[in-house]
């Protein structure tokens, strides 16, 4: 198996649904084509704000051949593959490799939770072991599972008994930590990050790859962010690094995801309604949510960026 180094932006895609509460398929290509035209090097499906914890194996199994096939090897696609089951984890692994998936991804169990760094890595290499040839990327998200295990610790332990260790999909603000994993045995694993609005600190620290939600709609404003980092053009980095923070700030006032879907259908791509507990803003949060984020001309701002960020191989891939 050959391990890959992601380069560039991963954009974790939201789900849509029709009026009846089942899926939307069909709006999938739409988004795919809008993704490979903004330049990004991937998506990220059936995660947070794919709402993976909400559809069933069988709907998230239907999501990843809907993209495997949009997508047709433009560039790369991750599939989350966590559940509170380790068992329909281990379906949704084998099922991801059986169609052609690039890399897959878990979660931590969040209800019944690892009790320490061994019990995590054990729990992860049952589901790595259902898809033994793709890289498999454990997905950090303390804030949402509860689990905020060490992850040096955990690098150090699944090497040995996750064969096909790739990394880590790392939302947390720890950069520090962050820092030492993307160090740790010289830059053995490849470590994306998952704060979009801390971006430009990863670079600093090393970053190279990152998966986010808000790159579905605004990836060139990211992609700039990079470029201008890796030109030196450091305060014109910040510049647009604070567009991003102003759009998050604009996002927080709202529950997130149903905020960034709302951001979706402004720009012309109705997802439907969420799925309960989530909701969708009302008429008057959307509206308000539109007002903020023209207040700081967010539109106009990624509108105007144009181009990638640095010269790839393609899909992403660094070897």
């Known amino acids: 198996m050959n391990m890959i180094k992601i380069e560039g932006l991963i954009a974790a895609t939201f789900c849509s649904f029709n009026s009846d509460g089942s899926l939307n398929l069909s709006l999938i290509p739409a988004i795919v084509d809008k993704m490979v035209e903004d330049g990004l090097s991937g998506v990220f499906i059936c995660g947070t704000n794919g709402e993976g914890p909400n559809l069933t194996i069988e709907e998230r199994m239907a999501v990843a051949e809907a993209y495997i096939q949009a997508v047709n090897k433009r560039i790369l696609v991750l599939v989350h593959v966590g559940h509170s089951s380790i068992a329909e984890s281990r379906k949704l692994a084998a099922h991801a490799a059986s169609i052609g998936a690039d890399a897959i991804s878990s979660v931590a169990a969040f209800y019944f939770k690892p009790s320490s760094v061994q019990n995590l890595v054990e729990s992860m290499a049952q589901i790595a072991s259902a898809a033994p040839d793709l890289p498999f990327y454990y997905y950090h998200i303390p804030t949402l599972t509860g689990v905020g295990l060490d992850m040096i610790d955990f690098l150090r332990l699944g090497e040995e008994q996750i064969p096909n260790l790739a990394g880590i999909k790392y939302t947390a603000s720890t950069l520090h930590e962050y820092q030492a994993c993307l160090n740790y045995k010289q830059g053995k694993f490849d470590i994306l990050f998952g704060y979009d609005e801390m971006l430009l600190g990863a ?117």
């Open 203 to 319: 670079l600093a620290v090393g970053a190279k790859g990152a998966i986010g939600s808000t790159y579905t709609f605004s990836a060139k404003l990211y992609l700039q962010v990079i470029a201008h980092y890796n030109r030196n053009e450091k305060e014109k980095a910040r510049e647009l690094q604070m567009v991003s923070i102003g759009m998050v700030r604009c996002l927080v006032q709202f529950p997130a995801i149903p905020a960034q879907r709302a951001i979706m259908k402004i720009l012309g791509y109705d997802l439907g309604q969420c799925r309960m507990p989530l909701k969708e803003l009302s008429t008057k949060e959307a509206e308000l949510l539109k007002a903020g984020l023209n207040a700081i001309n967010f539109f106009e701002v990624v509108d105007s960026c144009s181009g990638k960020a640095t010269e790839m191989s393609p899909a992403g891939l660094k070897n």
